[in-house]
T-cell receptor, first 109, second 114 residues
Framework: GQNIDQPTEMTATEGAIVQINCTYQTSGFNGLFWYQQHAGEAPTFLSY????GLEEKGRFSSFLSRSKGYSYLLLKELQMKDSASYLCAVTAAGNKLTFGGGTRVLVKP | DTAVSQTPKYLVTQMGNDKSIKCEQN?????MYWYKQDSKKFLKIMFSYNNKELIINETVPNRFSPKSPDKAHLNLHINSLELGDSAVYFC?????????????FGPGTRLTVL
């Protein structure tokens, strides 16, 4: 089976940096995705990591350590529109995407 | 120009009824999915079709039956609705269903069973 853990909620100030951690246990790891989901909307793709290291994409970066079963999503220069849930998802055996419960980020002025 | 669309967006119905949710994608993708997101916000895969062929069938009650008339459409029919079926149902698609393919989600259908 698979187990994915991420914090339930985080609060940060506009302009600051927030790091959302995700730990996973899975058999047959094939990559890790981060999705953003605003309230009442569809999840949208942010990043994909399959090799160890940091992937940077504008204000958002994602890091993966396969040996530790660990990833984080880094959000820099936070904006009010970044208030959303951030979902960590792992692709493993059977080409299935398994999601964590999501981390709700609240950005305050 | 919607990539993945679902109808209806909201569905309120009584226990015991039968209902369908429709999904269409205009991305030219081969693979489509149905997910259920419960009140605790966990997104769980239910079904996946590749070119009209069922490839993922998770442990869901057989009251749920997906149907794919062509690779651009994947509908979900639910018989004898129960209170526990209340959730948001998301349709998604990906290019070929490969592990590295990004999945694109529809806007969701909020189902409320009374």
């Amino acid at each position: 089976g698979q187990n994915i853990d991420q914090p339930t909620e985080m609060t940060a100030t506009e302009g600051a940096i927030v790091q959302i951690n995700c730990t996973y246990q899975t058999s047959g790891f094939n990559g890790l995705f981060w999705y953003q989901q605003h309230a009442g909307e569809a999840p949208t793709f942010l990043s994909y990591n399959v090799l160890d290291g940091l992937e940077e994409k504008g204000r958002f970066s994602s890091f993966l350590s396969r040996s530790k079963g660990y990833s984080y999503l880094l959000l820099k220069e936070l904006q009010m529109k970044d208030s959303a849930s951030y979902l960590c998802a792992v692709t493993a055996a059977g080409n299935k995407l398994t999601f964590g419960g999501g981390t709700r980020v609240l950005v305050k002025p | 120009d919607t990539a993945v669309s679902q109808t209806p967006k909201y569905l309120v119905t009584q226990m015991g009824n039968d209902k369908s949710i429709k999904c269409e994608q205009n991305l030219g993708h081969d693979t489509m999915y149905w997910y259920k997101q419960d009140s605790k916000k966990f997104l769980k895969i239910m079904f996946s079709y590749n070119n009209k062929e069922l490839i993922i069938n998770e442990t869901v009650p057989n009251r749920f039956s997906p149907k794919s008339p062509d690779k651009a459409h994947l509908n979900l029919h639910i018989n004898s609705l129960e209170l526990g079926d209340s959730a948001v149902y998301f349709c998604a698609s990906s290019k070929q269903g490969a592990v590295t393919d990004t999945q694109y989600f529809g806007p969701g259908t909020r189902l409320t069973v009374l």
